[in-house]
Structures are given as C-alpha cells and as structure tokens.
C-alpha cells in the first residue's frame, strides 16, 4: 500500500511537472550530491537525499520549469580522500553545475579547494565543522554549526541547569573539537569551569567510553557535555552513563541535539529519559511546517519512518537549490550563485532560515530540548528557546573562523 501511495506521489509530480509553463530556454541543472551512502553511516546519506528528493517531488513547480539531474557520489567514509576524488570526477567529467550534500566536516574540508578552481557552488546539507565555510567563497551551509548548540548550550549549562563545573567527551575529529570549543566557551564566559575534556576516539567505530566516563564520575563535574556523530553512538553514550549510575552520583548528562537523532531516538530507551540537548530539528515539533513534511514524509517513505535533522538540511538544501536555479533561469554562474543566496529566507520545518550573507552560514532558530517518555514512546519536549541563531564562532572571530 505504502509503495503504490509512493508510486502515485512520483507520478503525479511528474505530471505536475510536464504541465508548468517551462522556460524559454530551459536547461537541464546538474547536481553532484556527495554523501555517505555505504557503511555505518549509510543511513545519514539516505537520510539528506530523501529529504532532496521530497522536496523535488513535493515542489516541482519550485525549479522555474528547469529539470534537476541528481549524480550521486559515495564518500564511503569521513576520511576526506574519497570524497575529494569523487568532487574532482564530477567537476571536470560530469560538469556538474553544483555541488550538494556532504555528511562529514572532512569530506567538505577536503573538497573545498577543488570548489574554488573549479568555481562550482556547493551547499553543504551536514558537515558542522564552523569555519568550513572559510575555505572557499563559494560554499553555502543549509544544515548547522556546532558553536550554534555548543556555545549557548554552554552559556544555558551554567546559568539555568545550575552547572558549576563540567567535564567534557567528545569524538576526536573537527567537528568533536569544534563542539568542545564551543561549549566551553559559553560556558566559562558564563563563570562555569570545565574540569576536563577527554577524547573519546575517532567517528568510524563506536569505542567502549567505560573509561572515559569512569574517569568523568571520579571528577564529579555537574554536568557531562558529549559530542559524538549521529546514530550508533549516541545509544553507547546513555547506556553507559545509566550503567555507571551517573545520574545517582548527581552528573547531567547534556549536549548538542546530535545524540538525540530522531531515528536513533526510539532504540536508546528509557536510559535517555532526562538528556537535555541544545539542537534546531526535531520530528515532534507541532508547527504547521513540520507537521506537513512529517506527512509527506511518511506517505514517501512509510508510516514507520521518520525524518531527522539530517532529512531537514536535504529539504532546505533542496529549496536553496531550487530558488538558484530559478532566480538564474538554469544558467549557473559560480558568483551568481552565492549572490542569489546571499540573504535567502525559508519557511523550513525546523522554523525560519536564512542564508547569513556575511558568512555563507545558516541562521535558525535553537531549541532546548529534554527527552521524556510520552507513553511508550520517547518524545523530545521543547524546553526553551533562542531566536535566530548565527554562528557564534564567526560572530566572535575565534581560531579559523577569525582568520
């Protein structure tokens, strides 16, 4: 039932599609995606070209009467050597037009000086890592940042949940060391004081992080702020702080929304009751705008899935997309490009965005959230809010986004 209610969907946005008055010049637009689609992490792909594709086959009339050709890529993994290879193929074999997706911060920080010679706009629709879009004028972020949940999680540690001291775990890649920054940041400027900060292995195998949190509970922090990438992780990370009875030793278990990743969310039990989280996305918000794309969502997919933030950055990623092609009716120039979204507004359903044009950089909104139990679900409960979000990083001139 769900595969015919899907086949119709397809069929009636292709016919939806045939009838739009075309361009005089229409052009077919060609959009090299790079994502993670195999391996641990294969989910995360799916997940951002799902989210391309509702949008595409929700909003057909979007693209000025111009067809989108997606060529997909698989990055594999985020060591950054196979995703370079595969922008360096789609610029000079494919010709792509631009460049989309990019799950992991190496894999966009590995293709962002063939991006510049090659003058092709890319969207990155994951990669938190702050100062990314540094690296080349022709790099637009629809997703997220890690100092916009670490920093005013840092600042909302110390002067709302009570935390004196924190300690700090996180994955040992840029994006772990971006949101560990971040945090403590916020939450020093705030008077807290983070105690200790504990690399807890790189993001290809969820390690055992026993000793890294046996060595937190003996420093006794107020809270435990984790970064750790999206998925199997997140659910290693609770269940060892139930096993090693944290919470009774009077630690909070906080940080960015990353670990609360809707399609994770379910299978960490009742072990995650408690988390509080600073994130921009959850499928349980109840606006209008999300509540539709949930429903579209599940008419494409399945009444069992779901989407997550990752799903959200390929909607908006799409939109971005889909409002450059129109505004330069098909004909893609580099510097077109990055002034045509430069300052562009969306009603997304994680709320309303806008591209910074400073910094290339999204702007959202930032929720704080604790996961609580709604029956015999996990739900995630919006606590508190903060309006409009740039990047702190790139607001405060720290590090590489300074330079």
């Not at 069929?11 to 075309?22: D, E, I, N, R, Y």
């Not at 966009?108 to 991006?115: H, T, Y």
Request: hydrophobic fraction near 40%; glycine fraction near 10%; aromatic fraction near 8%.
């Amino acid at each position: 039932m769900v595969k015919q209610k899907s086949l119709r969907t397809l069929v009636a946005a292709a016919t939806a599609a045939l009838l739009l008055p075309a361009s005089a010049n229409a052009e077919t637009v060609k959009i090299g995606v790079v994502m993670t689609f195999s391996g641990g992490a294969a989910n995360f792909g799916k997940q951002i070209g799902q989210g391309m594709e509702l949008f595409m086959q929700e909003h057909p009339e979007a693209f000025g009467g111009h067809t989108v050709e997606l060529i997909k890529r698989d990055a594999k993994h985020p060591g950054g050597d196979v995703a370079k290879a595969a922008v360096r193929e789609l610029i000079t074999r494919e010709k792509v037009d631009m460049l989309a997706g990019f799950v992991f911060s190496p894999n966009a920080i590995a293709s962002a000086e063939l991006v510049t010679q090659g003058k092709v706009p890319m969207v990155v629709m994951n990669a938190g890592t702050a100062w990314i879009t540094k690296l080349s004028p022709y790099i637009a972020r629809v997703s997220f940042t890690m100092w916009q949940s670490g920093h005013p999680m840092g600042t909302y540690a110390k002067e709302t949940l009570g935390c004196e001291t924190a300690a700090v775990g996180y994955t040992d890649y840029p994006p772990g060391k971006d949101s560990l920054n971040a945090f403590q940041t916020g939450f020093e400027a705030a008077g807290g004081k983070v105690v200790d900060a504990i690399p807890m292995g790189g993001p290809r195998e969820v390690p055992d992080f026993t000793p890294f949190f046996q060595r937190v509970k003996d420093a006794a922090p107020d809270c435990l702020y984790v970064f750790v990438p999206s998925g199997n992780h997140a659910g290693a990370v609770t269940k060892t702080f139930a096993d090693l009875g944290m919470r009774d030793a009077g630690i909070q278990l906080i940080g960015p929304g990353d670990i609360t990743q809707d399609t994770e969310l379910q299978g960490m039990g009742d072990d995650a009751v408690g988390l509080v989280t600073m994130h921009h996305y959850s499928a349980d918000y109840d606006t209008p705008q999300n509540q539709a794309f949930v429903s579209a969502w599940k008419a494409a997919y399945g009444a069992d899935s779901t989407p997550d933030f990752m799903a959200v950055a390929g909607w908006d990623g799409m939109a971005a997309i889909a409002h450059v092609v129109k505004t330069l009716d098909g004909e893609i120039d580099a510097d077109a490009a990055m002034e045509a979204l430069a300052g562009w507004t969306f009603e997304s359903p994680r709320g309303p965005i806008m591209i910074d044009p400073e910094t290339r950089d999204i702007v959202h909104d930032e929720h704080v959230h604790e996961v609580v139990k709604d029956g015999d679900r996990l739900k995630i409960k919006v606590i508190d809010s903060i309006a409009q979000v740039k990047d702190p990083c790139k607001a405060l001139k720290i590090g590489k986004c300074g330079e």
